[in-house]
């Protein structure tokens, strides 16, 4: 045997790796990573050098690869076959960080509408300025919410799933004209947000002043905001101008109804901010 100051027990060389000894023993005993040295007595040494063999095994396993397959590896060894599986898990892991950077997307969403709904204030009316942005619209909706209206739903959810992976809340449109005129259920149809620059969208809201107010409460409640929305615009000599967009903000915490947030967000021109 060398010199066993070159040589590391079962345990240092878990300790230098970061790794339970057990694990060490089971890796042995499957055949899948094995010391160099083992006297008489069964005490078990490793060397220095096998930390990259051990790196690479545990890397494997940290990306999802089975011991079944690494050991299926480990039998035909080559530079060629290892430079395919390499490629294949970075592969994988590529796919993986885009799910977990849209998770994070959709969880930082969803925390800034809640935070929105924290300090929402029912009737409340504020001037905001809005960057442009780009909008997905589902098929035309009648505002009733019956059967056909349902299945635009979705058909639109189905959509949002496809493109980004996750279920996503979406809101309703209602043209600024309907609004002027008292009719307040004559939605056109459901929006969400596109995917960015490069992502798909079907029409881009554009940017400036926008009114923005908060419904507590059931959509009974919407028509009684929207009659204080045109009673403010008046005082302030505004007119409303393109469309209404009507986001839940706490869809996925509330227990009642009369919790429930809804943000309108509403374009307007000239008169008084």
């Known amino acids: 045997m060398k010199n066993k100051k070159f040589l590391y027990s079962t345990g240092q060389f878990a300790r230098l790796n970061g790794i339970n000894k057990r694990t060490l023993h089971y890796y042995d005993e499957i055949g899948l990573f094995s010391p160099e040295y083992r006297e008489e007595n069964g005490y078990r040494y490793y060397t220095c050098f096998q930390t990259v063999q051990l790196e690479l095994i ?13 050991l299926r590896y480990q039998k035909s060894p080559s530079g060629a076959s290892l430079a395919e599986l390499i490629l294949e898990k970075k592969e994988l892991i590529d796919r993986s960080i885009g799910e977990l950077l849209k998770a994070k997307d959709f969880l930082e969403q969803k925390s800034d509408k809640l935070a929105l709904g924290a300090a929402a204030r029912h009737g409340e009316i504020d001037f905001i300025t809005l960057p442009e942005s780009r909008l997905l619209l589902s098929g ?56 960015g620059e490069a992502g798909e969208y079907d029409e881009v809201r ?8 908060f419904c507590i409460g059931g959509w009974d409640k919407l028509r009684e905001v929207y009659g204080m929305i045109r009673s403010h615009a008046e005082r302030k000599g505004l007119r409303l101008s393109g469309f209404a967009y009507e986001e839940g903000l706490n869809e996925m915490s509330v227990q009642r109804r ?16």
């Open 258 to 273: 009369e919790d429930y947030i809804t943000m309108i967000t509403v374009g307007c021109e000239g008169g008084e901010k």
């Open 140 to 195: 035309p909706i009648t505002g009733a919410y019956d059967d056909g209206d349902f299945v635009v739903a979705a058909d639109f959810s189905a959509r949002l799933k496809a493109m980004f992976g996750l279920y996503d809340s979406f809101g309703s449109r209602i043209s600024t004209e309907h609004i002027c005129a008292g009719e307040y259920d004559s939605y056109d149809c459901f929006f969400s947000y596109g995917g």
């Open 58 to 70: 545990l890397t494997l396993r940290k990306v999802g690869m089975s011991i079944e397959e690494i």
């Open 206 to 213: 554009p940017g400036g002043t926008y009114l923005r107010t």
